[in-house]
């Protein structure tokens, strides 16, 4: 298995398994679903001109197979390849807060729950934050539980809350990483972000 700082901030700009249907056609004011690349059959009723427009919904969908959720169009994920039996996904915004998903094919991550934690707050422990660790646990809207730990991480008055969490299936399993950078600025959209990926999120059979 490569060492885990490297898989955990391997960067890609490739987006894969985006859902059917992220996408609305409107033509005439009438809006459709619609996915790229697919024929769209439209009667139009009335001759003459046709207004079209296509755009992006602001919440879209996301299924691998494996695991299924909903994020903003301005949370966008970048998905690398597998790669040793580790694939990963991520969900970052541009202050640096967001979700890391990696799943493992033929290793239980639940095993390293507390080695991950450290490694992300290490750094910041370091500079001189100070932290509080706690036992976490949530249900996902399909009624799977996942167990994990919270890092709340103070310095200044800035607060940072790093969580992991770990799902185990036999030998295999998988580890998502939340991150709210500064989660006290009134002003960042991230923490909204990160309750609409863990309320949509489901782990498939």
């Known amino acids: 298995m490569k060492p885990i700082?490297?898989?955990?901030?391997?960067?890609?700009?490739?987006?894969?398994?985006?859902e059917n249907s992220n996408y609305t056609i409107t033509i005439n004011g009438e809006k459709y679903d619609y996915s790229l690349g697919q024929n769209f059959e439209y009667n139009a009723k009335k001759k003459g001109k046709l207004n079209i427009n296509i755009s992006q919904k602001d919440i879209l969908s996301y299924n691998d197979g494996i695991i299924k959720f909903n994020h903003t169009k301005n949370f966008p994920?970048?998905?690398?390849?597998?790669?040793?039996?580790?694939?990963?996904?991520?969900?970052?915004?541009?202050?640096?807060?967001?979700?890391?998903?990696?799943?493992?094919?033929d290793f239980d991550p639940a095993l390293m729950l507390d080695l991950m934690l450290n490694e992300v707050t290490k750094e910041s422990k370091e500079y001189?934050?100070?932290e509080k660790v706690a036992d976490v646990e949530i249900t996902l809207k399909d009624?799977?539980?996942?167990?994990?730990?919270?890092?709340?991480?103070e310095y200044q008055g800035a607060v940072d809350e790093w969580i992991v969490y770990t799902y185990s299936r036999k030998d295999s399993g998988?580890?998502?990483?939340?991150?709210?950078?500064?989660?006290?600025?009134?002003?960042?959209?991230?923490?909204?972000?990160?309750?609409?990926?863990?309320?949509?999120?489901?782990?498939?059979?």
Not at 87 to 94: A, D, G, V
Not at 143 to 153: A, N, P, R, W, Y
């Open 174 to 205: 998988i580890i998502f990483l939340s991150m709210d950078i500064d989660k006290n600025t009134e002003s960042d959209n991230s923490n909204k972000n990160i309750k609409t990926f863990f309320e949509s999120l489901e782990i498939l059979n």
């Open 143 to 153: 009624g799977k539980k996942l167990k994990g730990k919270k890092s709340t991480l």
């Open 128 to 130: 001189g934050y100070t």
């Open 77 to 105: 994920i970048s998905e690398a390849p597998e790669e040793d039996g580790i694939k990963q996904m991520t969900l970052i915004s541009s202050d640096g807060s967001g979700v890391i998903i990696q799943q493992y094919r």
């Open 5 to 18: 700082i490297y898989v955990l901030f391997l960067s890609v700009g490739i987006t894969f398994a985006q």
